[in-house]
């Protein structure tokens, strides 16, 4: 046998990566990003906190629709748990970064972006040979002193 092949599980990277393309891409990447945080969870013994489980979704599914409305084509969303956080990561054809829009108490709508940021340890974007990627990190554990972002583990 390989040496390899003895290697814990929890040594080895921990990732998921689909392409998405189609009407129903949006609800497949929730649902992509439970199934993963529930195999973070259950296969991994990684805890997950009931925080993550939702900002990872709700990141996932910002993420991906701003992929959907602006970019031709498929996206591609990569998960990975790395330092005790979720990294997740989605490409598309479209090199034009995204940027919050400027604060406007009466804007209904567009406010994804924002939402992604304010919830997640990191946040980065950087153009790719083609397209784009849009990075975001949310922590696994619950901060006992209340910060948002959680923090890790």
Sequence with gaps: MHEVEHESLVSRPILSAVALDGSELIAAARHVARGFMTGVQAVHGIP?????????QLVVSELVTNSHKYAPGPCLLDLEVVDGAVAISVWDTDPTLPAASPVDPGRVGQHGLETAMAVCRSFEVRRE???KR????????????GHPAGRLI
Aim: charged share 20%; glycine share 12%; no cysteine.
């Design 48 to 56: 997950v906190s009931d925080r993550a489980m939702g900002l990872v």
């Design 129 to 131: 040979p083609v397209g």
């Design 134 to 145: 849009v990075k975001a990190t949310v922590v696994l554990a619950d901060d006992p002193g």
